[in-house]
């Protein structure tokens, strides 16, 4: 038996020499490409293109959002979002922002806000342009043209990554070629004020190198008025108190080295001169402008949001968007909005609640704040056009049940309040839609709220995904940047044009528009708002609170809204059979007891891991870990 085998491995041998021999490890594996057949074709050069966007843009809407690190929503599993919301990542841990439990990337949201993802990102801009004179781009005028664009987006999207990473970390080291393994990563921090020209300068060379406009399948590139847009929120970011030595010496009081995390010489004024021309290089391109800017008499402000929302776009608006099919991504990374966000009554997963305190945030409809102490009988009435088009509430109406739940709620209204006897205490029936409910009790949100915006009532999500496109930047922020660089340069003409401007935001939400002759603190406080409220959920807020140092006042104990009925019937249903409620809702505002979100000055960077440490010798720490 051994000889047998003896000589079949001798056998087998002679076949595996002789095939090396003639070549047949050199044979090109079907279905692969070698970097040679990559920097050849222009199609597959289109490719690699392609999984640097996948990668600068991540997943917008996962099954967790950038919102639930912030004081938007709340992110119901939790997956360590309490924790990171309490300010106590460390340098080895940054809790859930890289949360993993053995799924595909649960937090693929955040993924792409990760060190080790953008230098990825950044690796494969400069490889490309150390790859790209030898592809061989047709010699006639497309030809040219395609290698000029895309070389374009690729500078917009190395400036699109490093924006996030100086961000995040403040000054970083800036790489322009592609290392190899042999080579000495031991590279310093560059400061802050060289990351942000570094960053302007490849938008500048991106705008030059870029189309107005894509049409057909090529849209969702990158256009000059994207890199445009994008240069002018690096520069407000850039302009704003977090990077101003004044700011720096407070909430990194003795910190060794503050070129790292703003600028330490040059004044304010002139960088929020900067951001404002930015802002106004995109407003002069003439080619954008608010989605039904003046609404028509008649016309149901709220549902032009939602039309605009759940647009395949480009509407007049959209300046950058990302586009999803049905088959995108899998399993906690697909792009499945109306699923992972909507209600656990129709068999949802309840996640990404809108927490109270940012509810109580849009307006009434004649302009005035909303309080509780004032509207607590009936706190969604005459709310703002933005409120109902963005949040579910008890007893809006909403898309009709799946079929095991019809007989529970055959109105298709949300409930997220209690039935309780007439003692006010012994509960009898809860909604279905709330942590108590007799569908799907996991998934129900705490905060009493639903998300509405984004998400298309037409599909059932739980077996149609949904592929509306997210809108990374419409034309709304750009106004609202061009309004806030004119506020914080502070004189008369420049907060009269951030009056008119903030009064358009205003206008097309058919609300009153502000006061002329207000003060800059006013109106300061006026756009923080506008902010708030326009682009809730389209992951600014997270940046904004950063940016604005105003930690302790976002990063605090947060509220929900409970509902009860109380009636001294014996029921089995929230509603009764015609429908009405066991008589009128009380309405009170209570604390989410399950966070309690706390703020440390540390928070305002991200650590850099104790890993990347040992690794990069050169690299100096933020304050505070």
């Given at each position: 038996m051994r000889k047998l085998l003896y000589i079949l491995s001798t056998i087998i041998l002679i076949v595996i020499v002789t095939s090396c021999e003639k070549g047949f490890l050199d044979t090109k594996p079907l279905g692969a490409y070698?970097?040679?057949?990559?920097?050849?074709?222009?199609?597959?050069?289109?490719?690699?293109?392609n999984g640097i966007y996948r990668e600068a843009l991540g997943w917008p809407f996962?099954?967790?959002?950038?919102?639930?690190?912030?004081?938007?929503?709340?992110?119901?599993?939790?997956?360590?979002?309490?924790?990171?919301?309490?300010?106590?990542?460390?340098?080895?841990?940054?809790?859930?922002?890289?949360?993993?439990?053995?799924?595909?990337?649960?937090?693929?949201?955040?993924?792409?806000?990760?060190?080790?993802?953008?230098?990825?990102?950044?690796?494969?801009?400069?490889?490309?342009?150390?790859?790209?004179?030898?592809?061989?781009?047709s010699k006639d005028a497309t030809g040219e043209a395609l290698k000029q664009n895309t070389i374009g987006e690729i500078y917009f999207l190395r400036a699109?990554?490093?924006?996030?990473?100086?961000?995040?970390?403040?000054?970083?080291?800036?790489?322009?070629?592609?290392?190899?393994?042999?080579?000495?990563?031991?590279?310093?921090?560059?400061?802050?004020e060289q990351c942000i020209s570094y960053i302007v300068s490849q938008l500048d060379s991106a705008a030059m190198n870029l189309p107005d406009s894509w049409a057909g399948n090529e849209r969702g590139h990158a256009t000059k008025g994207a890199a445009l847009a994008l240069k002018a929120r690096t520069?407000?970011?850039?302009?704003?108190?977090?990077?101003?030595?004044?700011?720096?010496?407070?909430?990194?009081?003795?910190?060794?080295?503050?070129?790292?995390?703003?600028?330490?010489?040059?004044?304010?004024?002139?960088?929020?001169?900067?951001?404002?021309?930015?802002?106004?290089?995109?407003?002069?391109m003439g080619i954008y402008s608010l989605y039904k800017a003046t609404p028509a008499a008649g016309d149901s402000v709220a549902q032009n949001f939602v039309d605009y929302f759940l647009a395949y776009g480009?509407?007049?608006?959209?300046?950058?968007?990302?586009?999803?099919?049905?088959?995108?991504?899998?399993?906690?990374?697909?792009?499945?909005?109306?699923?992972?966000?909507?209600?656990?009554?129709?068999?949802?997963?309840?996640?990404?609640?809108?927490?109270?305190d940012l509810v109580d945030d849009y307006e009434m409809k004649d302009g005035s704040s909303f309080d509780?102490?004032?509207?607590?009988?009936?706190?969604?009435?005459?709310?703002?056009?933005?409120?109902?088009?963005?949040?579910?509430?008890?007893?809006?109406?909403?898309?009709?049940?799946?079929?095991?739940?019809?007989?529970?709620?055959?109105?298709?209204?949300?409930?997220v309040g209690h039935v309780f006897q007439a003692d006010g205490t012994t509960q009898q029936v809860p909604g279905v839609d709330t942590?108590?409910?007799?569908?799907?009790?996991?998934?129900?949100?705490?905060?009493?709220?639903?998300?509405?915006?984004?998400?298309?009532?037409?599909?059932?999500?739980?077996?149609v995904k949904q592929d509306i496109p997210f809108r990374h930047i419409r034309y709304a922020e750009v106004l609202l940047n061009y309004a806030e660089a004119c506020i914080e340069l502070g004189d008369a003409a420049n907060l009269t044009e951030a009056t008119t401007y903030i009064n358009m935001i205003r206008t097309r939400a058919g609300q009153p528009g502000i006061a002329a002759g207000l003060s800059q603190a006013a109106l300061r406080t006026a756009v923080r708002h506008e902010r708030r409220i326009e682009l809730a959920f389209e992951d600014h807020r997270f940046w904004d609170v950063r940016r604005w140092v105003i930690g302790p006042a976002a990063y605090h104990p947060t509220h929900r809204a409970d509902v009860k009925y109380i009636t001294s019937s014996t029921v089995t249903n929230y509603r009764q059979a015609d429908?009405?409620?066991?008589?009128?809702?009380?309405?009170?505002?209570?604390?989410?007891?399950?966070?309690?979100?706390?703020?440390?000055?540390?928070c305002y960077f991200f650590p850099f891991y104790r890993s990347e440490m040992n690794k990069n010798t050169s690299l100096v720490q933020n304050p505070g870990y």
């Open positions: 070698s970097d040679a057949d990559v920097w050849k074709d222009p199609a597959l050069v289109a490719t690699f293109v996962a099954i967790e959002r950038l919102s639930d690190y912030v004081d938007e929503s709340s992110f119901t599993p939790d997956w360590g979002a309490f924790d990171f919301n309490k300010s106590i990542m460390t340098s080895d841990s940054y809790m859930g922002w890289d949360w993993d439990w053995g799924y595909p990337d649960p937090t693929a949201h955040t993924r792409h806000y990760r060190w080790d993802p953008l230098y990825k990102n950044v690796r494969a801009c400069n490889l490309f342009f150390s790859q790209i004179n030898k592809v061989e781009f699109y990554t490093y924006h996030y990473l100086v961000a995040l970390y403040g000054g970083v080291p800036i790489i322009t070629k592609p290392y190899g393994l042999d080579q000495d990563y031991n590279i310093a921090r560059n400061t802050y520069l407000l970011y850039a302009a704003s108190d977090l990077h101003n030595s004044a700011s720096i010496s407070s909430y990194a009081s003795g910190y060794a080295n503050p070129e790292l995390l703003g600028y330490t010489s040059g004044t304010q004024a002139d960088r929020w001169t900067a951001a404002k021309n930015a802002a106004k290089a995109v407003m002069d480009y509407e007049t608006e959209d300046i950058l968007l990302q586009y999803f099919t049905t088959k995108t991504g899998q399993s906690w990374s697909d792009y499945n909005p109306a699923l992972y966000s909507g209600p656990n009554g129709y068999h949802n997963w309840g996640n990404n609640t809108p927490i109270g509780w102490a004032l509207h607590a009988a009936s706190p969604y009435s005459n709310r703002e056009a933005r409120f109902y088009a963005s949040i579910l509430y008890e007893g809006c109406p909403w898309r009709k049940r799946p079929s095991d739940v019809q007989a529970i709620d055959p109105w298709d209204k949300i409930q942590r108590e409910s007799s569908i799907e009790n996991w998934n129900g949100g705490r905060s009493g709220y639903y998300l509405r915006k984004f998400n298309d009532p037409s599909l059932d999500p739980q077996f429908g009405s409620t066991w008589g009128a809702p009380i309405y009170s505002n209570q604390l989410i007891g399950v966070e309690s979100r706390a703020w440390n000055d540390k």
